[in-house]
């Protein structure tokens, strides 16, 4: 089990930048792939970025790349996603997540491998 509190949320304007942390408690950190997801208001929840145990290889969704960026430290049990250049469409609630699976590109992007799920943080872009 772990245990996955996100923060970083909040009000900005359109082509701000704003740093998510995820600060992960329980099982060993380093045994985990670790993704961030969104949802915004009346939409299904979409996969954003992902990293696999060591950190070496990381996934976007094309929607987010070369704007968005994920990120891990597993000496403090963090994951982050660096995000710049945001845009009103961006606007949704956050949720990181943890999965003790191999990722490959396919399996980081589905929330079904994904047992471990944060409260979500929220993440507002005014136009």
């Known amino acids: 089990q772990v245990q996955l509190v996100e923060s970083g949320g909040g009000l900005v304007q359109a082509g701000d930048s704003l740093r998510l942390s995820c600060a992960a408690s329980g099982r060993t950190f380093s045994t985990f792939g670790l993704g961030w997801f969104r949802q915004a208001p009346g939409k299904e929840r979409e996969f954003v970025a992902a990293?696999?145990?060591?950190?070496?290889?990381?996934y976007s969704a094309n929607s987010v790349k070369g704007r968005f960026t994920i990120s891990r430290d597993n000496t403090e049990n963090m994951v982050y996603l660096q995000m710049n250049s945001l845009k009103p469409e961006d606007t949704a609630v956050y949720y990181c997540?943890?999965?003790?699976?191999?990722?490959?590109?396919?399996?980081?992007?589905?929330?079904?491998?994904?047992?471990?799920w944060g409260q979500g943080t929220q993440v507002t872009v005014s136009s």
């Open positions: 997540a943890a999965a003790e699976v191999i990722f490959t590109d396919a399996r980081s992007r589905n929330p079904g491998y994904y047992p471990y």
């Open positions: 990293v696999t145990r060591s950190g070496g290889v990381r």
